[in-house]
């Protein structure tokens, strides 16, 4: 059973920092592309930061310089590290992996295999 967990959401004011970990079980964040996203009520589902395989990463363009995506395969768990965040970052935040070893942040997910629940991030001014 394939289960990817998210944790480390909450609020914080503009400028602050948050760090989201997701634990993967039942495959390998090795072996699959890892990726975050978010959604909201006026935003619907985007790509955030995605993984590949390889280690090559990529950004949306409203976040690059701000967050950065990075995982531990010893561990299977992956990270989201935002820094200077913005009320427009408030979102539910989502993991989810792709059996594949590509994949991009410039996707609404549709092509993604596995979702976490999600864990809320709330920026306020």
């Known amino acids: 059973q394939v289960q990817l967990e998210e944790s480390g959401g909450g609020s914080v004011q503009a400028e602050g920092s948050l760090r989201l970990s997701c634990v993967v079980s039942g495959i390998s964040t090795s072996t699959h592309c890892m990726a975050w996203f978010y959604q909201s009520p006026d935003k619907g589902r985007e790509g955030v930061a995605a993984i590949r395989t390889d280690g090559t990463t990529q950004y949306r363009e409203s976040v690059k310089g701000r967050f950065t995506i990075s995982k531990d395969n010893g561990a299977n768990t992956l990270y989201l590290q935002m820094n200077s965040l913005k009320p427009e970052d408030t979102a539910m935040y989502y993991c989810?992996?792709?059996?594949?070893?590509?994949?991009?942040?410039?996707?609404?997910?549709?092509?993604?295999?596995?979702w976490g629940q999600g864990t809320q991030v709330t920026v306020s001014s």
């Open positions: 989810a992996a792709r059996s594949s070893d590509y994949c991009t942040a410039l996707s609404l997910g549709d092509e993604y295999n596995y």
